[in-house]
């Protein structure tokens, strides 16, 4: 297409633009509710340089590196001056200049919400200025990220910045992986991980200053945070506090009962609050926090002109393609690189392949196009390379998700394409079912696209849909996490903080009433919650473990069949995800007879992983065998250690010796030892019971008895519960075998609807196991299917809001 068309041609599409503001350089704005006050900065140069003297000194003396690369590459001159250019990049930050402002703010509020461009500085330097201004004497300064990778990424930039190591005074924390210490002043961690900390800690007594970053993301553990940081807060006087922590921990912890008014009438206005946030409709933070004042980071981002295209396009990915070609053969290769946002690893792959193969015909005239892909699961090594400098008389096009939106910074960019879709997660509260679905972007992030290419000089924007579609298609921002997804986990955890009334608690943007509802229900099937709607003493057990309520329970559960050794190793190897076995293109036919010899006996999936796992304990967790097995010791965890590699050398030696060690089958021997950790700590002994797979199957049905299906005709299943019709993956060891019943771990929407990790189970266990949920005539065919018949009848007859409804109440009609 690009061919016939001529270089030019595809341009035309572009023709409606829109040049952006050019935000306000150079002035601080402090902004309380409508006024507006401007701050003159002081200069606080001398301070600071005494502090980098100080850091200089220790990193001269040798006493911060010493184990973190071997000492004959430690060339001093050479790190004083890597070190010296971090300290020098510091400043060029926009965040820099206002400093001293945001100190001032910090100290004279409780709770701040601060706003700037992607880029401008807030991750790295806020916690770090707050820390030179002495506030990690008081405790430590917690920063928060919805996404792992930039936790682990933002927080060796800073151990690098500071000079320390990282893990000691800078350190992460991420579910499965704590790398703090006792040292440990800056800590970044993911949202969820502080949402756990609340569990041991309510008042969140280590930290001096929280710092909810990324909060424009509205990541369903951010909102919760946002509750409960502002209950925290709210607590003015003493005696409300010790209202509000006896009412939490009447059951729990008598430490807090005998709290005195006067520790903490002293603590409680020491704790700070930062909120911040890349998007500039922060008025609604500032709202919910009672009028918190909003500092303003003026960010340095150049005008993007806006091209839409005239017509829908088809086939974005096509798209996408060709508007990149088109750029790198009309443009001057040294002006500026490429960003296009795909939806997932599929389409950056599928998009790789088809870049390759048409840049090959392009012939020698044409300048070198450096293709890069960024997602998650892409190993270390590889996401290295969109961070490296773009050799001269080359293009980089950098193929990302939504990763790139505002999580990282890609310097260099001057074309942005925005094909205006992503994965997001949806949930159906009626089926319980939740899936990944390519979603049409908002307004707020087609922006956010937009300004990644303004950052560095004037940018461009591509955006493969009509002006038409942006103005009355997108909506203005993403919807919440909170109101598309399953949230049974975190009511099992507001229930653990004694957070009974659900319904009252003060969301920003409160869940739909039918998803905490359906919630309730699944936590009271699983037996963590009573009729009235408390914690259970199984529920608290279950709240314990950083899992699924599904997983927590089938853990709980097999303290009563006796095989917790079997279930923590199964529930581990589930938790590492479904990339265990690999399958290299030329030996394919290998790999899949290694994968089925592990299912021998159509044991079904969740034995298969067990075998796996005590096959490889057996050897002595041999890297070999691995390799023998297919099995995957490359680094996929979702945990690219290291996209950090900036600028220093030194970091990479490091950081590819980390990557190498960071493995599948590593990580779910982590989380193994992890969770019989936290088995000791629920009481619950480690049993094993290896020789008999019945209970083991059970325990997992205690689990997961709601994921229960039936088989129909032409091997397709019926779910038991809420019926729809489903299919075992391809990859199952049972796919072939089909058993008449099954329990699934969960369900996948790719071309059909997908059950992954399948177990066959005898329909009676069903009603032995849960008959609080199934009653004989749902495990026995003749009668269920006549009530199928009913309610689906009813359906037709009825319009939409009624059925669910009415469907409920059919399906608990005694027939
Ligand atoms: O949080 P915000 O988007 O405001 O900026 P930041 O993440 O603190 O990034 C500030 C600067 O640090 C950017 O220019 C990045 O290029 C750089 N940075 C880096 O080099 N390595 C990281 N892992 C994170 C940031
Ligand atoms: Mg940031």
Redesign the pocket.
């Known amino acids: 297409r690009y061919r016939d068309s001529g270089a030019g041609d595809k341009m035309n599409p572009f023709a409606e633009q829109e040049a952006w503001e050019e935000h306000q350089i150079g002035k601080a704005t402090l902004k309380y509710g409508s006024k507006d006050r401007k701050q003159k900065s002081d200069d606080f140069q001398f301070v600071f340089e005494d502090q980098i003297d100080f850091i200089k000194a220790s990193v001269m003396d040798g006493v911060n590196f010493e184990d973190e690369v071997p000492a004959e590459s430690l060339d001093k001159s050479m790190e004083k001056s890597a070190f010296e250019k971090l300290q020098e990049?510091r400043k060029t930050?926009p965040?820099y200049a206002y400093r001293d402002e945001l100190l001032q703010a910090v100290d004279n509020h409780q709770v701040l919400v601060i706003v700037?461009?992607?880029?401008?500085?807030?991750?790295?330097?806020i916690p770090q200025y707050l820390h030179e201004a002495g506030y990690t004497k008081r405790g430590k300064i917690g920063c928060t990220q919805p996404r792992r990778v930039a936790a682990m990424?933002?927080a060796?930039?800073v151990s690098q910045e500071m000079g320390v190591k990282l893990g000691h005074e800078v350190g992460y924390s991420i579910r499965f992986e704590d790398c703090t210490s006792e040292k440990t002043l800056l800590k970044y961690m993911t949202d969820g991980m502080l949402l756990r900390e609340f569990l041991g800690e309510p008042d969140l007594a280590g930290y001096s200053v929280v710092m909810v970053?990324e909060a424009h993301e509205r990541t369903l553990s951010t909102d919760i945070l946002f509750g409960l940081v502002k209950a925290t807060r709210s607590v003015q006087s003493a005696w409300d506090l010790k209202v509000w922590t006896a009412s939490l921990f009447v059951d729990m912890d008598p430490y807090w009962l005998i709290l005195t008014s006067q520790d903490i009438a002293r603590f409680r206005p020491d704790l700070k609050l930062l909120i911040?946030s890349?998007t500039l409709d922060a008025e609604k933070f500032s709202d919910y926090f009672d009028s918190a004042p909003i500092f303003k980071i003026p960010g340095r981002r150049f005008p993007v002109e806006v091209h839409y295209t005239k017509a829908p396009e088809a086939d974005y990915l096509d798209a996408a393609i060709v508007t990149a070609l088109q750029i790198h053969v009309t443009q001057q290769p040294g002006d500026g690189d490429i960003l296009i946002f795909f939806t997932g690893q599929e389409e950056i792959e599928t998009a790789e392949e088809i870049l390759k193969h048409r840049t090959r015909g392009l012939g020698t005239k044409i300048p070198e196009l450096i293709i890069c892909p960024i997602y998650a699961n892409l190993p270390t090594e590889l996401q290295a390379k969109i961070?490296e400098p773009t050799p001269e008389g080359a293009r980089k096009v950098v193929l990302a998700t939504n990763i790139a939106e505002?999580s990282?910074?890609i310097?260099g960019i001057k074309y942005v394409i925005d094909p205006g879709f992503c994965k997001m997660k949806s949930y159906n509260p009626r089926t319980g079912m939740e899936s990944l679905l390519v979603t049409p972007i908002s307004k707020a992030s087609a922006n956010q696209r937009a300004g990644r290419s303004g950052r560095t000089g004037p940018g461009k924007c591509f955006r493969l849909y009509t002006a038409y579609n942006y103005y009355s298609d997108l909506d203005d921002n993403t919807v919440p996490e909170i109101q598309r997804t399953n949230l049974a986990n975190v009511v099992l955890t507001l229930k653990s903080l004694g957070i009974h009334d659900l319904l009252n608690f003060d969301f920003m943007d409160p869940p739909p009433a039918e998803a905490l509802l359906k919630a309730l229900e699944l936590l009271f099937a699983l037996g963590a919650l009573n009729k009235l709607g408390e914690l259970t003493k199984v529920g608290r057990r279950m709240a314990e473990f950083p899992l699924d309520p599904m997983l927590s329970k089938m853990i709980v559960a097999s303290e009563k069949y006796q095989c917790s050794d079997e279930i923590i190793s199964i529930a581990a190897m589930l938790s590492v995800g479904s990339s265990i076995f690999y399958r290299p293109k030329d030996k394919q036919v290998h790999a899949d007879t290694a994968r089925m010899n592990f299912h021998t006996g159509n044991v079904g999936d969740h034995t298969a992983l067990l075998k796996i796992y005590s096959s490889w304990k057996e050897t002595n967790y041999s890297t070999q065998w691995c390799y023998e097995n297919y099995i995957q010791v490359r680094l996929v965890s979702p945990y690219p250690v290291l996209?950090?590699l900036?600028?220093d050398a030194r970091m990479i030696v490091q950081s590819s010796l980390e990557g190498a060690l960071v493995r599948s089958m590593k990580r779910a021997r982590d989380i193994r030892d992890q969770l019989e950790g936290l088995l000791e700590r629920v009481e619950i002994e480690l049993m094993s019971n290896s020789n008999d797979l019945e209970p083991i199957k059970k325990a997992i049905t205690a689990g997961f008895f709601p994921h229960s299906a039936r088989m129909q005709k032409n091997g397709s299943y019926r779910t038991v519960k809420h019926p729809q019709t489903v299919y075992i993956h391809p990859t199952s060891g049972l796919a072939q075998v089909l058993p008449r019943w099954v329990i699934y771990h969960e369900l996948v929407l790719t071309t059909k609807e997908y059950m992954r990790q399948v177990t066959e189970l005898k329909p009676e266990w069903l009603v032995e196991i849960a008959p609080h949920y199934y009653q004989m005539k749902d495990v026995e065919d003749r009668v269920s299917h006549l009530c199928n018949l009913v309610v689906s009848m009813l359906l037709r007859l009825l319009d939409q809001r009624k059925c669910l409804a009415v469907q409920d109440a059919c399906l608990r009609i005694e027939l």
Request: aromatic residues 6%; hydrophobic residues 40%; charged residues 20%.
């Open positions: 990049d930050l965040i700037g461009e992607t880029g401008s500085g807030k991750t790295t330097q990424s933002v060796a930039r970053d911040s890349a961070f505002t990282l910074t310097d996209l950090l900036f600028i």
